[in-house]
């Protein structure tokens, strides 16, 4: 198992670039996740998908933010356009289960991107 | 929604004992307690999780109070490797608070 795999580990780009950030989940996870971490902010949970469909997205900060899931295998968080206090560590995640409450599988997190926008 | 309220900082010796506490108060009473930890660059690590009973795992115990309302982890024996921020999380909103940073030092 090769884990919760994101690309690219790190991104620096200049303001009002477009910049897309890509995550594979474990295979076989039902649900993905993606988070943002700052460290005025902590970890913030943007959006999470469960069966490649959104279910939440009420942590998304801003329209220039979106998210998609075209299949269980593949999912990308795209910012545009970028500014520089999006610069942070974004995480994807993945779990066999979501949020309910027998919810008894915990989240598999990917090492991250880095997004600096200067 | 589930808050946790964690001590930011904690220290311990190397081959003793780290407990971590933390509060729930506010938890349902289906709703499990997990915990994770996330060593400085990467993303953060599952743990442990538990609802009412207490657990044990290769990487540690965790003791949840019969009121559920705090948990403690322990590492038993902490290690240099051990340091890192360890996350108390309940499980509905799964939001992620600043945790305990724990220090191990030789």
């Known amino acids: 198992d090769a884990g919760v795999i994101q690309s690219p580990r790190h991104e620096v780009t200049e303001m009002g670039q477009e910049v897309t950030l890509r995550c594979k989940p474990i295979?076989?996870?039902?649900?993905l996740f993606w988070y943002r971490q700052t460290m005025m902010r902590g970890l913030e949970l943007l959006i999470y998908f469960n069966n490649n469909v959104p279910i939440d997205d009420s942590g998304m900060p801003e329209d220039r933010f979106s998210a998609k899931m075209p299949n269980a295998s593949f999912s990308t968080l795209k910012i545009q356009p970028s500014e520089p206090r999006d610069s942070a560590v974004y995480f994807c995640?993945?779990?066999?289960?979501?949020?309910?409450?027998?919810?008894?599988?915990?989240?598999?997190f990917g090492n991250g991107t880095r997004l600096t926008v200067t | 929604d589930a808050k946790t309220t964690q001590p930011p900082s904690m220290d311990c010796a190397e081959g003793r004992a780290a407990n971590l506490p933390c509060n729930h108060s506010?938890?349902?009473?289906?709703?499990?307690v997990y915990w994770y930890r996330q060593i400085h660059s990467q993303g953060p690590q599952y743990i442990i999780h538990?609802?009412?009973n207490n657990e044990t795992n290769e990487m540690a115990s965790l003791i949840i109070t019969e009121d559920r309302k705090s948990s403690t982890l322990i590492l038993p024996h902490a290690t240099l490797r051990d340091t890192a921020v360890y996350y108390c999380?309940?499980?509905?909103?799964?939001?992620f608070g600043t945790g305990t940073r724990l220090q191990v030092f030789p």
């Open positions: 999380i309940g499980i509905d909103k799964l939001i």
């Open positions: 506010t938890i349902s009473g289906n709703e499990y």
């Open positions: 295979s076989g996870h039902d649900y």
């Open positions: 538990g609802l009412k």
């Open positions: 995640a993945s779990s066999r289960t979501g949020l309910k409450s027998s919810y008894n599988s915990p989240l598999h």
